[in-house]
């Protein structure tokens, strides 16, 4: 398939330290995807689904021990500590390699490795990155395959070129204890093992795609950031773009894919996605922001997925798909899962494989439910009824705004502006959200996630800081930064605003203030609506009294916040940019004195 002596040398490498019984190359033919499906199906690797109700659909179940992202397992080793920064795990490279050796050695043995020739971007663009991974997972194969362009123009493409991400992926025995997910950013390689799970092993996603793409897009001047991107076309025709940060399972799909309410419909806005996971910010020629999504594909939160919140990622779903730890309908060989309807299948198997019997569900024990509430879908960007038709443009989209946000029952009201591109970076920095399933470990704590990136900046937090203050002066014309919060809840616990589709209102008013139409309250924390601006026309529940409540800012709690967002960049440590530590000291002072 190649002539490339890096790529031949690297596998020759890799095969003897892990001794497959033969070496499968990857083509991206639909003839060889098809007889790959066929050989998991036959292993029972993977279950094809009802072929009439969900066409060239597949269940997969993994080990009830890898079902989510091992951030405690996820190693930055760069040849000085000080490199990969506090927030990061390290491990010195050489300790690493002869660590992972030990486990990788033989680990391949009467298995097949697969040799994945793979794009993030559009193959032969100037944004285009070439990575090749190494798997004995036709699971990982079968998703790459959607997530990812495969194929023997990739390797056209690379030519004998050394400039590509070698990715090492072995199964060996999904061992917990053993599971190790390590960057190279100086090797330009990825080695991860035990695990099968998503953003452990499809290694073009969160460990290329961020983790290392983060470390050389501070080196290049351009950014790898955890963004969805979408386009708002306007009733005349014109389409302005935003990108936005949230943390994993915190709706970045969802937005990226929304259907405007009635009231915007009727006047003829659309919506189109992009990306849902991925962006690629590269300052362009006429000194806007442009954005790509690098990926093919969407590996999307299945829980919650239904035809009210997300109708485009549904019918997505609908063919060409594999599923990840959903509910099993045996009565009609098609998948279920929390949030999807009202009817969960009583003839059915659980995530874990076993029986389930619905009725014992209880929505607030999560060891009863059907689905892993980190259960996913892959699936091909082409299926999505709202892919954007710049989707496949080399040249990506120029951005009008970027927007942070998480889940935050109190504090953070639901849209705010920040005051200069600093002023945006430092309420980036500042980020925080409720935990959630997409790592493991506990869900629902409030942790400080900066620009949805703390799992995966692939240096320190603080030099991560600095690119982006950098960038602010690389950019003629920058996007304005706004920040989001679609998860107040009220003393109940009940979430304030509807959000999904009616999160359109609030880009509007995004949208709107990029482009100077519409005023706004300065308060201590930033630019906050006058709420008559935020257009609630059509909503049942919400008033205009419930827009001033999601609104306010409560000083008290900013002011709480502020020593938790001290100790938060102690920890950063050294690095943290002066300018950072200045926009703090403002904040702290406009805060007190609004008491
Ligand atoms: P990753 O793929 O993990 O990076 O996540 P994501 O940011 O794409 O998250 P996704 O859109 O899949 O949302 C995950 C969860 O958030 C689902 O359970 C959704 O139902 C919920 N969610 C998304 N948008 C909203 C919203 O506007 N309001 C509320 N209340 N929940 C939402
Ligand atoms: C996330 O956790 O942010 C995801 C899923 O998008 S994974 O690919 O597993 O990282
Ligand atoms: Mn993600």
């Known amino acids: 398939m190649t002539t490339n002596k890096y790529v031949l040398g690297w596998i020759d490498e890799m095969a003897a330290m892990t001794q497959p019984d033969k070496i499968v ?36 179940r993994t080990a009830v021990n890898d079902v989510a992202r091992v951030e405690d397992r996820t190693f930055i080793c760069t040849s000085k500590k000080e490199d990969a920064g506090n927030i990061n795990n390290w491990m010195a490279p050489a300790e690493c390699y002869a660590k992972l050796t030990k486990l990788y050695t033989g680990a391949m043995k009467g298995r097949t490795m697969y040799v994945i020739p793979y794009s993030m971007g559009i193959v032969g663009s100037p944004f285009a990155k070439y990575g090749i991974e190494l798997t004995d997972s036709i699971y990982v194969v079968l998703n790459m395959l959607i997530m990812t362009r495969v194929g023997t123009n990739v390797l056209e493409a690379l030519g004998e070129s050394g400039d590509f991400i070698k990715g090492l992926h072995a199964k060996a025995d999904i061992n917990q204890e053993n599971r190790y997910i390590c960057h190279f950013p100086e090797d330009n390689t990825i080695w991860s093992v035990n695990s099968g799970y998503g953003g452990n092993v499809l290694l073009g996603k969160k460990c290329f795609a ?3 793409a983060s470390y050389l897009g501070r080196k290049e001047n351009w950014m790898a950031e955890h963004m969805l991107i979408l386009g708002v076309e306007y009733p005349d025709g014109e389409t302005k773009y935003i990108c936005a940060a949230f943390p994993s399972a915190c709706g970045k799909t969802n937005l990226a894919m929304l259907i405007p309410p009635e009231f915007y419909k009727k006047q003829g806005y659309k919506v189109w996605c992009v990306g849902d ?43 060409d798909t594999i ?8 009565d009609n060989n098609t998948v279920w899962w929390e949030g999807l309807d009202k009817n969960p299948p009583a003839n059915a198997i659980d995530w874990k494989g076993n029986k389930w019997d619905y009725t014992k569900y ?36 120029p951005v009008s705004a970027i927007v942070f946000g998480g889940r935050r029952a109190k504090t953070a009201p639901l849209v705010y502006q920040s005051t200069s591109w600093q002023n945006g970076a430092f309420v980036g920095s500042i980020m925080a959200s409720e935990t959630t399933a997409a790592a493991a470990g506990a869900v629902g704590v409030v942790r400080r996630d900066p620009m949805a990136m703390r799992p995966f900046v692939g240096y320190d937090m603080g030099d991560y800081w600095a690119h982006w203050l950098k960038m602010g002066t690389l950019i003629p014309n920058p996007p304005k930064i706004f920040h989001v919060n679609w998860f107040r809840t009220d003393d109940n616990g009940n979430f304030i605003w509807p959000g999904f589709g009616d999160n359109m209102r609030v880009l509007m008013w995004i949208l709107a203030r990029c482009e100077g139409k519409v005023e706004a309250n300065i308060t201590p924390i930033g630019y906050v609506p006058n ?57 702290e002072a406009r805060l007190n004195a609004a008491k």
């Open 25 to 60: 190359w990857i083509d991206g033919t639909e003839e060889q995807a098809e007889a790959l499906r066929a050989e998991a199906c036959s292993t029972g690797e993977i279950t094809k689904l009802n072929e009439e109700l969900l066409p060239n659909c597949y269940l997969h």
């Open 210 to 212: 961020l983790r290392i």
């Open 277 to 319: 996971d991925i962006a690629w910010l590269r300052v362009g020629a006429d000194g806007r922001l442009w954005a790509v999504n690098p990926e093919n594909g969407f590996f999307g939160v299945a829980p919650g997925t239904n035809e009210g919140s997300n109708p485009n990622a549904l019918y997505t779903t609908k063919r």
């Open 323 to 330: 599923f990840t730890n959903v509910v099993h309908n045996l």
């Open 362 to 397: 209880n929505k607030a024990d999560k060891s009863t439910c059907g689905a892993h509430p980190n259960s996913r879908f892959t699936a091909s960007a082409i299926n999505c009824p709202c892919l954007s038709k710049e989707f496949n443009n080399p040249a990506g989209v």
């Open 531 to 587: 709420a008559e601006d935020i257009c609630v026309e059509g909503l049942k529940d919400v008033t205009l009294d419930t827009i001033k409540e999601l609104l306010s800012v409560d000083v008290e709690s900013w002011l709480a916040d502020i020593d938790n967002i001290r100790a938060f960049y102690a920890q950063v440590g050294d690095r943290v940019p002066q300018a950072m530590y200045d926009e703090l000291a403002a904040l």
